[in-house]
């Protein structure tokens, strides 16, 4: 298990490089995801394979997490690590973490049932629960550091140019 120290100097080494050649900071992240049968899908990044799927009631076959669950994981891990790096960078100690992400949502914009409501969260709330040695103030300043350089967070709050691109094969000459 990596130490606080560890980590401090994993994390400022990785900053110096970046400063000395912000390219090297900059990249494309990417991930492919394939529908199976059953609303399973295969998600793959690198050396990960995960499972995502629907639950019977949306007439899947529970394979693996929804969407929502692995998009509130991914959004609480972000902040989770992220709190654990700032502090170790500060010099704060963090003996537990716990953060719990909650979405509110209304289906009928999902099902386009209702053009007055979206298909995406109407709120999302994270509370965090941290147990440290060190106060009030200090943990705040950890949690309001990594708040502020978050890239999730940020995915969730600032709009974003997003754009789609498609291929169309057909079956019958694999051409498109």
Known sequence: MASPNEIRTKVEAKVAGVVN???TGCGTATTKVRLKPDLECVIEDGPWTLT????PVWGGNNAGPNPG???RGAFGSCLAIGYAIWAARLGVQIDELEITVQGDYDARGELGISDEVPPGYLQMRYHVTVTSPA???DVMRVLDAADKASPYLDVHVRPHD???EVTVVSPSTGST
Request: aromatic fraction near 0%; glycine fraction near 12%; hydrophobic fraction near 50%.
């Open 69 to 71: 669950i692995l998009g």
């Open 52 to 55: 995502a799927g629907m639950s």
């Open 21 to 23: 050649a912000p390219a």
């Open 135 to 137: 106060s009030e103030a």
């Open 162 to 164: 997003v754009r789609r």
